[in-house]
């Protein structure tokens, strides 16, 4: 079993409010997430863990349908591991939480991907500033 873990080095993530929004430096696309589940399952990402510790958390605490939880969390884990969002690491699973006494109601997970502005990513203007040719610069 794959354990993986958000790729902290290459991906910029910023949560306003109810929406995720993902950067992937490198690639010059972006992401977003919308929902309190699809935000959670971010949150356990920032640590190793593998399908079944993702899962076995959000069923924790989350009402949900646990045959279509698994489907869009597992098509959340493979999209993401395809852009290069998470990576597979040797690290350990975090512990799993114990079942909620109240559980937040569950919310569709699902990532759109946009690559309208990858042009203009892949400038780096970040790094690619000198005083006396200005900014953005083309490589």
């Known amino acids: ?3 993986y873990q958000l790729d902290s080095t290459n991906i910029a993530q910023e949560v306003f409010g109810n ?19 699809g935000i959670r399952v971010l949150e356990l990402l920032q ?16 009402q949900s349908d646990k045959i279509s939880a698994r489907v869009e969390i597992e098509y959340l884990l493979s ?10 690491t040797s690290l350990t ?11 937040l109601p ?17 400038l780096d203007p970040i790094h690619d500033v000198e005083s006396f040719r200005g900014w953005p610069q083309k490589k």
């Open 79 to 88: 999209q993401l591991e395809n852009e290069n969002i998470i990576t597979e």
């Open 47 to 62: 640590k190793p863990a593998n399908t079944e510790t993702v899962l076995a958390t959000i069923q924790n605490e989350f």
């Open 106 to 122: 569950y919310e569709k997970v699902e990532l759109e991907i946009f690559d309208d502005m990858q042009e203009l990513i892949l």
């Open 93 to 103: 699973d975090p512990v799993i939480s114990e079942e909620s006494p109240i559980k």
């Open 1 to 3: 079993m794959k354990t």
């Open 19 to 37: 929406e995720a929004i993902l950067i992937n430096i490198p690639l010059g696309k972006y992401y977003s997430i919308r929902g309190t589940t």
